[in-house]
C-alpha cells in the first residue's frame, strides 16, 4: 500500500571500530548487538593475532554517508 | 441564446464548441466574481489534500515505531504480559507542568515532577521487561519515550488536520502545513533513533559523555555514584585534582549532572576554581558538523533544572562557568553517532587540558561535565 521510505529514510548501520591491546592496530567491522564503547572483547587482532581488543568508538562514517547520498 | 453566443464571438464566426468552450469559460470567471470564497476553497482543499499525504505518512512512521517497540519489549517480556495494551498506556502517558502563577521554587517543583515522571516511567519498563538488566531498562526506558515522541507527533498534526478539515479554516491549516518539513524531519530522526536504542548504539548527543569517558582513559583514578544514574571519576593532571562527572552507561540515560556538580562543590567548598560543561549544541544550517566551540556559562539542555543548579551554586561560590559545544542537527543528536562528531571527542579533550593549564593554578579542583545520553558508552 503506501510506502514512506525514500532514499533518505534508509537506516545506515554503524561501524565498531576497534583497537589492539597489544599493538595498538584499529580495526573496523559491522556493530555487533552487545557492542559498546570502551568495551574489551575478545577478538582476533588482524596484524598480530592477539585476542584483545578494546571497542574505541561505534560511528557511521562519512564514506557511509555519502553512499547512501549517491 | 443565439445573440448570446454571437456576442462571444470574437475575430469572426466560431463553431458551436468553440462557443460552449467560451461559455463555460464565462461562467467560470463570473463565478470568481460572485463567489470570492471559492478560490479560498479551492486552495483549502489543496492544501487539506498535502496536508493528509503528509499525515498518513506520518502514521507509516509512528504505526513502524511502535511495531519494532513492541517487538523489542517483547524480547524481554514474560509470555503473560500484553506488551502491547501496556505500551499503549505509556504512548498516552502525559505530564503536568507546575503552575506558573507564583514563580517562586518552580525549578525544584519542576525538578520533583520530571524525577517522579522518569522514575515511574522506568519502574513500568521494569515491569514489562522482567527479564532485561539494569543496563537494557535505561535503553529501553529510552526506546519507549522515542516511541511516545512519535506517537505525539502523530496525534499533534492529526488534531490540527481534523480541527481544520471540519471548520473549514484555511488559517489553521495553513500554519501547520508551514510547519510540516521540520515536523516530517523530526519525525524520520524519531524512526532513526528507535534502531539506536534497539541496538545500544552511541548518539549524537552522548558526544559530551564520549569526551569525558575518553579523558577519564586509562588514568589512575578513583569511580563512583554521585547521584542517580550519575557517576564521578577523580583524578590527577598536571598537579589538579580534576572531577570528571557523566550519566553513567552503557545504558542509555542522561543521569542528573545538575545534582552531581551540586554536591562536589558543596563537598570540595572553595577549592573548585573551575567548572566545564561540555554538551552537544544546535548548529544553524550551513555549519559544520562536529565543530568545537568555546563559550561561558552552563551548556545543558532538557528542562533546565540542571543547569539552574549549577549555576546557582557556581554563583554562590563564585566559580567561573566555561561552555565547550559540538555543533549537530537535531537529526544527527538523536540517531548514530557521525565520524565527524566522534572525532570532535578529541578536539574537545585539547581544548579542556588547555583550558586548565591556562586557567586554574596547581593544587586547585577543577570539575568537567561531560552532558549527554550514555547509551552505547562504557565507563571506563
Redesign the interface.
Known amino acids: 500500500m503506501f510506502s514512506y521510505k525514500s532514499r533518505s529514510d534508509r537506516i545506515i548501520e554503524p561501524l565498531t571500530h576497534l583497537t589492539c591491546s597489544n599493538c595498538n592496530t584499529e580495526n573496523s567491522r559491522p556493530f555487533k548487538e552487545g557492542d559498546y564503547v570502551f568495551k574489551e572483547v575478545d577478538e582476533k587482532c588482524p596484524k598480530c593475532g592477539s585476542v584483545k581488543m578494546l571497542i574505541t568508538g561505534i560511528y557511521i562514517e562519512m564514506r557511509q554517508e555519502k553512499e547512501r547520498q549517491e | 441564446m443565439k445573440d448570446i453566443l454571437d456576442l462571444l464571438q470574437i475575430g469572426g464566426q466560431q463553431d458551436i464548441l468553440s462557443s460552449l468552450i467560451s461559455l463555460i469559460w464565462l461562467m467560470l470567471l463570473m463565478s470568481f466574481f460572485l463567489y470570492p470564497g471559492l478560490s479560498q476553497k479551492i486552495q483549502l482543499s489543496y492544501m487539506l489534500r498535502d496536508l493528509e499525504r503528509k499525515l498518513?505518512?506520518l502514521k507509516?512512521?509512528d504505526d513502524d515505531v511502535k511495531d519494532r517497540t513492541i517487538k523489542t519489549l517483547q524480547t524481554y517480556a514474560p509470555p503473560e504480559i500484553d506488551v502491547k495494551n501496556e505500551l499503549e498506556k505509556l504512548l498516552d502517558s502525559f505530564i503536568i507542568s507546575p503552575e506558573s502563577m507564583d514563580p517562586y521554587g518552580i525549578v525544584y517543583k519542576l525538578e520533583h515532577i520530571v524525577n517522579t515522571w522518569e522514575d515511574r516511567f522506568e519502574e513500568d519498563v521494569v515491569k514489562i521487561c522482567k527479564k532485561a538488566d539494569n543496563i537494557r531498562v535505561k535503553t529501553l526506558t529510552n526506546l519507549v519515550e522515542v516511541a511516545r515522541g512519535v506517537h505525539f507527533i502523530y496525534r499533534f498534526v492529526r488534531h490540527y488536520y481534523l480541527l481544520g478539515k471540519r471548520t473549514s479554516n484555511i488559517y489553521l491549516i495553513l500554519q501547520i502545513q508551514m510547519l510540516m518539513p521540520q515536523i516530517m524531519e523530526i519525525a524520520?530522526a524519531y524512526?532513526?533513533a528507535s534502531?539506536a536504542f534497539i541496538?545500544?548504539?552511541?548518539i549524537g548527543d552522548g558526544i559530551g559523555v564520549?569526551s569525558v569517558?575518553r579523558l577519564a582513559?586509562g588514568r589512575e583514578k578513583k569511580t563512583y555514584e554521585i547521584a542517580k544514574d550519575t557517576i564521578a571519576h577523580e583524578l590527577d593532571f598536571e598537579g589538579r585534582r580534576l572531577i570528571l562527572v557523566r550519566a553513567s552507561?552503557?545504558g542509555g540515560t542522561v543521569g542528573r549532572p545538575g545534582e552531581g556538580v551540586q554536591k562536589i562543590v558543596e563537598a570540595e567548598g572553595d577549592k573548585v576554581k573551575l567548572i566545564i560543561t561540555i554538551d552537544a549544541g544546535l548548529k544553524l544550517e550551513g555549519e559544520e558538523s562536529g565543530k568545537v566551540v568555546e563559550g561561558v556559562g552552563v551548556a545543558i539542555g532538557g528542562t533546565g533544572v540542571d543547569k539552574y543548579r549549577i549555576e546557582e551554586i557556581a554563583k554562590a561560590k563564585g566559580t567561573p562557568l566555561y561552555a565547550i559545544v559540538i555543533y549537530e542537527s537535531i537529526t544527527e543528536a538523536i540517531t548514530?553517532?557521525?565520524?565527524?562528531?566522534?572525532k570532535a571527542a578529541d578536539k574537545v579533550i585539547e581544548k579542556v587540558k588547555q583550558t586548565i593549564t591556562e586557567k586554574v593554578e596547581s593544587g586547585s579542583t577543577v570539575i568537567v561535565a561531560g552532558i549527554g545520553n550514555s547509551v552505547?558508552?562504557?565507563?571506563?
Open positions: 498518513n505518512r507509516a512512521i524520520n524512526r532513526q534502531y541496538h545500544g548504539q552511541p564520549l569517558a582513559y552507561g552503557p548514530p553517532m557521525r565520524e565527524a562528531i566522534a552505547g558508552i562504557g565507563i571506563t
